[in-house]
């Protein structure tokens, strides 16, 4: 579980105790979440690991297993949640999140309306930017992905922060009873401008919205829409390019069964052994990893007009 006690903030710098959500980390493109069991035992290719000998161990231990391998115990973040949680629909990840986070002004204490929930990537992270006293209020039309996030909230710690609801924004609005309520609203509709009047009334005072789409066009029907109650509409794509750095010949990156260097940056730094003998250099390369994502949609935040 990720808070010590529900009614403060999150906490990790504790110990691992029985029942706790660990992330399981042996690489980093190869990690689970696995609940934490007295009796209970995980097993993969570096071995067997008896979960008795993780309870106690602070979040972070490196931990061996019957046959010498190991792996890390880490505590369940927003980030690395995002990372294991089990797809029920296509996720937010990083790059976007933290945008979506920082251009909806959350604070300790906001009131945040999100619709839909789906796989829950986003809430998590809302969840944090929240708390200890705001709140995350999540809708879904799909009655089982909403009990599914549910759990997931329950087991990452997350349920006295987020509270799961099952409507269809695009045909209902949000529930009245928010009207005038929220801080900000954050929509991720197939189509969104059909809830932008209800989230227009459901923001306070120089409240934020945002809208997550995939494809130009929504964006642009949502914007036509976004006119009549908001003003300061932006869009943003958010694309991440994360580069692999090490030492070496620039030759070695050149043609080495993975294709041509896209990009590469060469510093030289020289070096001695000792006083003036043994001068060298080496070479730092920086190439753009192949594997990077690209497009994974249009970021739209418009603000409240002032009725006033």
């Known amino acids: 579980m990720l808070l010590v006690d529900p009614t403060k903030k999150l906490s990790y710098n504790r110990r691992i105790m029985d029942g706790d959500l660990v992330i399981v980390y042996e690489r980093y493109n190869s990690m689970k979440p696995v609940k934490v069991s007295a009796g209970g035992v995980l097993q993969n290719r570096f071995g067997l690991f008896k979960h008795s000998d993780w309870i106690g161990k602070p979040f972070g231990s490196k931990v061996f297993s019957n046959t010498g391998g190991y792996v890390y115990l880490l505590a369940p973040t927003p980030e690395l949640w995002t990372l294991v949680l089990s797809h029920r629909t296509q996720i937010l990840y990083i790059a976007d999140i933290s945008f979506v986070v ?143 750095v090490r030492e070496g010949e620039l030759g070695s990156w050149q043609d080495g069964g993975r294709g041509s260097v896209k990009s590469c940056k060469k510093r030289q730094r020289s070096t001695t052994t000792n006083s003036e003998e043994n001068p060298g250099t080496r070479t730092i390369l920086a190439r753009l990893n192949s594997e990077a994502k690209g497009h994974t949609g249009y970021l739209t935040f418009a603000r409240l007009k002032c009725t006033s």
């Open 102 to 244: 920082m251009y909806l002004e959350l604070v300790p204490g906001c009131v945040v309306l999100e619709s839909g929930t789906g796989s829950g990537s986003l809430s998590t992270s809302l969840a944090r930017a929240v708390a200890p006293t705001g709140h995350i209020y999540t809708f879904d039309f799909h009655e089982q992905r909403a009990a599914s996030a549910r759990e997931d909230f329950e087991r990452t710690g997350l349920s006295s922060l987020v509270t799961v609801g099952v409507r269809d924004i695009q045909g209902e609005g949000f529930p009245d009873e928010f009207t005038g309520r929220a801080d900000s609203v954050f929509l991720d509709l197939p189509q969104p401008w059909l809830a932008i009047p209800s989230a227009a009334k459901m923001l306070q005072q120089d409240g934020v919205l945002c809208s997550f789409s995939p494809c130009i066009e929504q964006v642009q029907r949502s914007c036509e829409t976004l006119k009549s109650h908001f003003t300061e509409i932006r869009t943003f794509e958010i694309l991440l390019h994360t580069y692999e």
